[in-house]
């Protein structure tokens, strides 16, 4: 029998049930070098390394980086960029998103090799063409944003099990990068060079701007004497999250949907005497949920011109 055909029932030589190979078995196995030896860069570098691919280089200055290192990336020597970048087939560009451009066009500028090499960077913010200098010399490149936090815990890596990656590529390299990203467990979905920088601002305004309001929703309740308002808020804030994300705008309750103008002048009024920034950044966010509570047709014009009123500055 052809070793390299899977027998159609039974359990094949490696012991694995029929259909299933080990990683070591898969074609197409990369080495892999990590450029930014962070949170996301190491927990990425463990991904590839599950799925088969051989992560053999990492920059990494702080303790805290070559910790990370050490324990998820434990084959991989500790070099400087430009030999992570020589040393690998897939280089993982994981800095900060200020850094990288002058990163790209420092490694062509030291005349380091990349031409064939694939070039992965997992910028938000960015899409393919930031590698551009990269490119020009012969790099192979990739914009893979993989849409979860990464607190640096060991839970990291398994976060990427079912998660959305944001890619953008050249069109001859949108089937690398797909096939990179099911490799990590993760869901494709492909993002246009021009529309990166608002996709980027949807998941920044949803996630950062989230956790502000929910710590800034504890200060005020704990203002307001409340001992444990992580207790109290954890049933609400979760049933408010799931209406919105199975719902939309129909998961909306509150003043603003009903049209309750006396509350939100109260409200307020009060938040000005705690926090003129909480007052603020509620009547912008109410202004916001009017908006679209009336296109949905939830609240009646009147409602929403005494709301307004109410949220007058």
Request: net charge negative.
């Amino acid at each position: 029998m052809d070793p390299h055909v899977t027998p159609p029932s039974g359990t094949p030589g490696n012991g694995l049930p029929a259909g299933e190979t080990t990683p070591e078995d898969r074609p197409a196995r990369l080495t892999v070098g990590v450029v930014g030896a962070g949170r996301v860069g190491t927990a990425l570098g463990a991904a590839l390394s599950r799925a088969g691919h051989r992560v053999v280089a990492a920059a990494a200055v702080s303790e805290r980086s070559l910790a990370r290192v050490a324990e998820r990336l434990p084959g991989a020597d500790i070099v400087a960029p430009p030999d992570v970048v020589t040393a690998a087939d897939l280089v993982l560009l994981t800095v900060p998103d200020d850094e990288l451009p002058e990163l790209a066009s420092g490694l062509v500028s030291a005349g380091v090799p990349v031409t064939g090499k694939l070039v992965l960077h997992t910028s938000g913010r960015y899409g393919a063409a930031v590698l551009d200098p990269l490119t020009r010399a012969g790099a192979l490149p990739l914009a893979v944003h993989p849409v979860m936090t990464f607190t640096g815990r060991p839970d990291d890596v398994n976060r990427l099990a079912g998660i959305s990656f944001g890619v953008t590529a050249p069109d001859p390299l949108r089937p690398v990068a797909e096939a990179l990203v099911v490799e990590m467990g993760g869901e494709p979905v492909w993002i246009t060079e021009e529309m990166r920088p608002l996709y980027h601002a949807a998941l920044a305004g949803g996630a950062n701007h989230l956790v502000t309001l929910v710590v800034e929703s504890m200060d005020l309740l704990r203002a307001a004497g409340v001992a444990e308002p992580g207790r109290m808020l954890g049933p609400l804030l979760g049933a408010a999250l799931d209406n919105g994300l199975r719902l939309g705008i129909d998961g909306l309750t509150g003043p603003v949907a009903r049209g309750d103008a006396g509350t939100v002048t109260d409200h307020v009024g009060e938040l000005g005497k705690v926090s003129p920034q909480s007052r603020s950044a509620y009547i912008a966010l109410a202004r916001l949920t009017a908006d679209r509570a009336l296109a949905a047709g939830m609240l009646k014009p009147e409602d929403a011109e005494r709301l307004l009123e109410a949220l007058a500055d």
